[in-house]
């Protein structure tokens, strides 16, 4: 009001959406002495609401491998999404998919031996917000370290990522292909996400990273980092990212 301003307008790029701005406007004579001050507030858009759909718990029988994914309602896009698996699947089992499909996410487990194991998938879903999803594929050798990235274009952002570990050929039943490798690094890295992965085990496996890209004009990424180290032959305390975003930001997802 009365600067001539819009929220739209360039001035206010790099403003987080649902910020309170005000703006004030110096006039001042040749001597620099001030004659008038015009003041406004203004309102940048309100953030896209992100909800989170829980999927369905699934057992998973022992000596075989599966998931069920989490949706998003019908018209929404995915963000990003991750799981819940139990008893601990460290103790003999492998979590070896977490990643985002036409319209959800979809986590999956290897229960080898005799033991079953369950999982619970998670996706973040947004309203209004275009996404893009993309992937980039490695072959990981036995006893050997790999990683790669899947990229987001230029004029978008990082929202969400995940992998999916595989056999070369992916035949039925050859659940050591991806139940042996382990996941040492699973975050976003600048404009794509990164994901490392330990093949210990005897076979080549087929790790394929997906990242989830937000289309969104004058998008901002911040990352909220937390750490702690784990004691030998113990468990991580695990943490709670509720409450760490910038006011007016949206939790989208982790690694």
Known sequence: P??????????????????????????????????????????????????VVEGPEFEVAAGTGNGRPAVCPAGWSVLGGGFTSWPDPADGGQVYASYPTADGWLASVAAPGDRSLNIRSYVFCVEGVS???????????????????????????????????????DSPGALAAYQDPTVLLNKRDENGWRVTVNNDGPEASLLTVHVVCAEVEGAAISDVILSESVPSGGLGPGYDADGSCPVGGALTGGG
């Open 2 to 51: 009365g600067l001539g301003l819009d929220a739209d307008d360039e001035f206010f790029d790099g403003v987080w959406c649902g910020t309170h701005v005000r703006v004030a406007l110096k006039a001042f004579t040749s001597d620099a002495s001030p004659v008038a001050v015009l003041q406004g507030d203004y309102f940048t858009d309100p953030c896209p609401e992100v909800v």
């Open 131 to 169: 996404t893009l999803k993309l992937v980039d594929q490695i072959e990981v050798p036995p006893s050997r370290v790999r990683s790669t990235t899947a990229t987001c274009p230029r004029g978008s952002v990082v929202a969400g990522g995940g992998w999916d570990l595989r056999a070369v050929d």
